[in-house]
C-alpha cells in the first residue's frame, strides 16, 4: 500500500504506526519518513484500551461462533461508543500539544 505525504508529497510503502504514553494516556500517530510531518491516529486512556480488548475479543468470538443478534448490536453499540470516545480524547488532547510538552518523544519517535 502507497502512503502518500499530505505536507511534503512523499510516497512510503509502508509507514509503522508510533506510540507515546503520557500518563494514562497513549497516542498513536504516524511521521512522514521525508519530512516528519505528523499524523495522528489515536488517543486512549485506560477504560478505552480495555473496551477496545473487549471489542476485539468479541469480534473473534463473531467470527468463530454463532452469535445472536443480541451479542452484535450489543458488540456494534461498543463499537460506536469506543470510536465515540477516541474522538473525544482527540479533542481534549492533541497531538501537537502532547509535542509541545514533550519535545524529546517526538525526536526520538522522528529517528
Do not use: W
Request: glycine share 2%; charged share 30%; with cysteine.
Amino acid at each position: 500500500m502507497r502512503i502518500q505525504c499530505d505536507h511534503c508529497g512523499a510516497v512510503a510503502e509502508t509507514i509503522e504506526p508510533k506510540t507515546a504514553g503520557d500518563g494514562e494516556l497513549e497516542y498513536t500517530f504516524f511521521l512522514c519518513p521525508a519530512c516528519k510531518a505528523d499524523f495522528p491516529i489515536a488517543v486512549t486512556d485506560k477504560k478505552l484500551r480495555a473496551d477496545i480488548t473487549e471489542y476485539q475479543h468479541r469480534r473473534n468470538h463473531i467470527r468463530i461462533s454463532p452469535v445472536t443478534e443480541q451479542f452484535l448490536r450489543e458488540t456494534e453499540a461498543l463499537k460506536q461508543e469506543n470510536l465515540k470516545r477516541c474522538k473525544e480524547l482527540m479533542e481534549l488532547h492533541p497531538l501537537a500539544l502532547f509535542f509541545e510538552a514533550h519535545p524529546e518523544i517526538r525526536e526520538r519517535a522522528a529517528e
